[in-house]
């Protein structure tokens, strides 16, 4: 699975921005899409998900700014990004948990990343 994420860059705090992030590849099937971010000297932490379903899930500190949707049809997840705060400084990180393998009639799920877009909010 290729994941091919666009969108980030720099925006004031209180700006808006999004990101979107489509899915490309061999694949049976996709279960989850979603984002993760990793600021200087932290760790990577889940920013929000969205499974094939339409299940949202989101990290607390985002609750009501941002808001993930997704096109299944184009294998295409979508962050939009309201209210920013510096806090929001990061690497921003696509994600898919997807079938990739299988053996026989099983289908095994794999975790794919994207290469990893910046989101700069300035003070």
């Known amino acids: 699975v290729q994941l091919q994420a666009s969108g980030g860059g720099l925006v004031q705090a209180g700006g808006s921005l999004s990101l979107s992030c489509a899915a490309s590849?061999?694949?049976?099937?996709?279960?989850?899409m979603g984002w993760y971010r990793q600021a200087p000297g932290k760790e990577r932490e889940l920013v929000a998900t969205?499974?094939?379903?339409?299940?949202?899930n989101y990290e607390d500190s985002v609750k009501g700014r941002f808001t993930i949707s997704s096109d299944n049809a184009k294998n295409t997840v979508y962050l939009r990004m309201n209210s920013l705060k510096s806090e929001d400084t990061a690497v921003y990180y696509c994600?898919?948990?997807?079938?990739?393998?299988?053996?026989?009639?099983?289908?095994?799920?794999?975790?794919?990343w994207g290469q990893g877009t910046q989101v700069t909010v300035s003070s």
């Open positions: 994600y898919t948990r997807a079938g990739t393998t299988n053996k026989g009639w099983r289908i095994y799920e794999h975790d794919h």
């Open positions: 590849g061999s694949f049976f099937s996709i279960n989850t």
């Open positions: 969205i499974t094939s379903a339409g299940i949202t």
